[in-house]
């Protein structure tokens, strides 16, 4: 199983941009290259929501409706690290950010609204506070 370790939050004031990174790190299957790997956010008392997506395999990615056209999510080229460019944050944004990885099924996985289930992945980091001042 993947590990994985989210730095890059912090607090910023609404209108600002974060970059969220994700290092990947122990066994992989496949050097990484058929992974669903996402980003999750999750406020106290809320369920934790997924906010983007990336299927290592073919580079498809995936987005909830609220962040799109504002939120980023890509890797290097190695695939080994993950990255969530944040733009134009709202204090809605506020949440500790949580970074996702799995190896099995990785394409099915990712494909339509599956990504958005944290029981879709097994790999979780210990997350990164973003907090987004008004």
């Known amino acids: 199983q993947v590990n994985v370790m989210e730095s890059g939050g912090g607090t910023v004031q609404a209108g600002g941009s974060l970059r969220l990174s994700c290092a990947t790190s122990?066994?992989?299957?496949?050097?990484?290259?058929?992974?669903?790997m996402g980003w999750f956010r999750q406020v106290p008392g809320k369920e934790r929501e997924g906010v983007a997506a990336?299927?290592?395999?073919?580079?498809?990615?995936y987005y909830a409706d609220s962040v799109k056209g504002r939120f980023t999510i890509s890797q290097d080229n190695d695939k080994t690290t993950l990255y969530l460019q944040m733009n134009n944050l709202g204090p809605e944004a506020s949440a500790m950010y949580y970074c996702?990885?799995?190896?099995?099924?990785?394409?099915?996985?990712?494909?339509?609204?599956?990504?958005?289930?944290?029981?879709?992945?097994?790999?979780w980091g210990q997350g990164t506070q973003v907090t987004v001042t008004s």
């Open positions: 996702a990885a799995e190896s099995v099924g990785g394409d099915i996985r990712c494909s339509g609204s599956n990504w958005k289930w944290p029981t879709a992945f097994a790999s």
């Open positions: 122990g066994p992989s299957y496949n050097g990484y290259s058929s992974y669903c």
């Open positions: 990336i299927y290592t395999g073919g580079g498809n990615t």
